[in-house]
C-alpha cells in the first residue's frame, strides 16, 4: 500500500485524533492550525463513555481517569427551589453498563493528553487557510502566511466557521441561536459552605441554566457554563477568550437558587462565546476533501457531545480509510458519511432541543455506542 498524504485542517479535540489514528495506520500527515499557540482558558468538558471509548482507543484514557473528576451523579435541579426533578447515577455504575467512565476535566488537559500522540513536527502552527484548490491529482492548500502545500487529500476539522466547509459547499453562515453561553474555571475554596463535590449538577430555568461540576480529581478546580438569552447583534466569530461581564452574568440568574447565586459571587472572572449551530449539511464530502466535527454538524454543547461527535467522527474517518490508496478515497468518505451522518444528525437535533436528562432519560443510544467496533456497512441511528 502506497501511504496517503493527508492534510487536516484544524488542530482542534477532533482534528488531532484523527491525526494520532491515522499515522498510526501508516498515512503521511500534516496538520495546519491558524493559531499561533494553544491557549489554556477556562473551559470544562464532559467525556460520556462513547467519547471515552475512542480515547481508549487512542490510548490516553488512563492518564485522564488519573486526572479528571468523576462525578458520582448527574442531577437537574429546578432554579429556583432546588427540586431535583432527575438523576443519572454515573460512577462505577455507568461505567459498567456502558463499558467505559465518565469524565469531567478541563479542555486543556484533554487537547494536551490527545497532541502529545502527535509530534510537533507534524503540528503547523500559523497557518491560516485561505484557498483550497482541487484537481484530479490531489489538493493544494494556500495559507496566509505564504506557504502553499500538496497532499492526496484534504479532512477540514475547522470548526463551526470551517473554510474548508466553505470551499465545498459555498458560502453560508451558521445561525445563531439567540443565546450565549458564559464560562469559567476558578478555585473550589472560593466557594464556601457548599456541598457540590460529588455531582454534576444542571439548573434549570425558564430560559436559561446553568451546569457546574469539578474538572480536576482532587476537586479543587470548579467550572460553570451558561445558556443565556442574549440580542441578536451580539454576533462574532466563536471565540473561547472573550471576555464577560460579571455583574451582567450575576443579574442575568437573579431570583436563582442561593447555590447559583453564590457560585457566581465567587467566580473572580468570566468568559462569553455566541453559541451557533446549523442544519444537517447535504453533504460531508467533495471529491478529495471530507469535513469533521464541528466543521459539518455543529450543536449547542445541550448534551455535551460535541467533541465527543468529533472524535467518533474521526475514529470512524480512521477505519474508513485503512488500507485505502488514492483511488480509494472517494468511496472511503462515503462510506464514513453512511455511518455517521444518521447519528450525528440525530444528537444535533437532539442537543438544539435542549431536554437532554431534564427529566428521567435512558442515554444508551447516546453512551452505549462504540465508533471504534461499530459495523462500516449499516448506518447507525
Not at 497532541?115 to 496566509?144: E, M, R, W, Y
Not at 443579574?251 to 462569553?272: R, S, T
Request: charged fraction near 20%.
Amino acid at each position: 500500500m502506497k501511504p496517503l498524504s493527508i492534510a487536516i485542517v484544524g488542530a482542534g479535540i477532533g482534528g488531532l485524533a484523527v491525526a494520532a489514528l491515522l499515522r498510526r495506520d501508516g498515512h503521511q500527515v500534516a496538520v495546519y492550525e491558524q493559531a499561533t499557540q494553544f491557549t489554556r482558558v477556562g473551559s470544562g468538558i464532559q467525556m460520556a463513555p462513547n467519547a471515552m471509548k475512542v480515547l481508549r482507543h487512542l490510548g490516553v484514557e488512563q492518564h485522564l481517569v488519573a486526572t479528571a473528576f468523576q462525578a458520582e451523579q448527574a442531577i437537574s435541579r429546578s432554579w429556583d427551589s432546588g427540586e431535583v426533578t432527575s438523576t443519572l447515577t454515573l460512577g462505577d455504575t455507568v461505567a459498567a453498563q456502558f463499558g467505559a467512565p465518565y469524565l469531567f476535566l478541563h479542555r486543556a488537559d484533554l487537547h494536551e493528553a490527545i497532541a502529545q500522540l502527535v509530534p510537533s513536527s507534524v503540528i503547523h502552527l500559523n497557518h491560516k487557510l485561505t484557498v483550497l484548490d482541487q484537481s484530479a491529482h490531489g489538493v493544494k492548500l494556500h495559507f496566509a502566511n505564504g506557504h502553499v502545500v500538496a497532499a492526496d487529500m484534504v479532512i477540514g476539522a475547522d470548526g463551526v466557521h470551517s473554510l474548508v466547509r466553505e470551499t465545498l459547499l459555498g458560502p453560508e453562515r451558521p445561525r445563531f441561536t439567540g443565546k450565549i453561553a458564559y464560562r469559567t474555571t476558578f478555585p473550589a475554596d472560593r466557594v464556601q459552605g457548599l456541598d457540590v463535590s460529588r455531582v454534576r449538577t444542571k439548573w434549570w430555568g425558564p430560559d436559561r441554566h446553568m451546569v457546574v461540576y469539578f474538572v480536576t480529581r482532587n476537586r479543587d478546580t470548579l467550572y460553570f457554563v451558561t445558556s443565556v438569552p442574549e440580542p441578536a447583534e451580539w454576533l462574532t466569530p466563536e471565540s473561547w477568550s472573550a471576555k464577560g461581564d460579571l455583574d451582567e452574568l450575576r443579574a442575568a440568574y437573579a431570583g436563582f437558587h442561593p447555590d447559583v447565586q453564590a457560585i457566581l459571587q465567587a467566580c473572580p472572572e468570566v468568559y462569553k462565546w455566541a453559541l451557533f449551530e446549523r442544519e444537517p449539511l447535504a453533504r460531508w464530502s467533495e471529491a478529495r476533501v471530507v469535513l469533521l466535527g464541528d466543521a459539518c454538524h455543529p450543536m449547542t454543547p445541550y448534551m455535551a457531545q460535541g467533541a465527543a461527535s468529533a472524535l467518533e467522527d474521526a475514529a470512524i474517518l480512521a477505519r474508513c480509510l485503512q488500507g485505502v490508496e488514492q483511488d480509494g478515497v472517494q468511496a472511503a468518505f462515503a462510506l464514513y458519511e453512511a455511518v455517521r451522518k444518521p447519528r450525528a444528525s440525530a444528537i444535533q437535533s437532539n442537543s438544539s432541543a435542549n431536554t437532554w436528562l431534564r427529566g428521567q432519560t435512558d442515554p444508551a443510544w447516546v453512551y452505549g455506542y462504540d465508533a471504534t467496533t461499530v459495523a462500516l456497512t449499516t448506518p447507525i441511528t
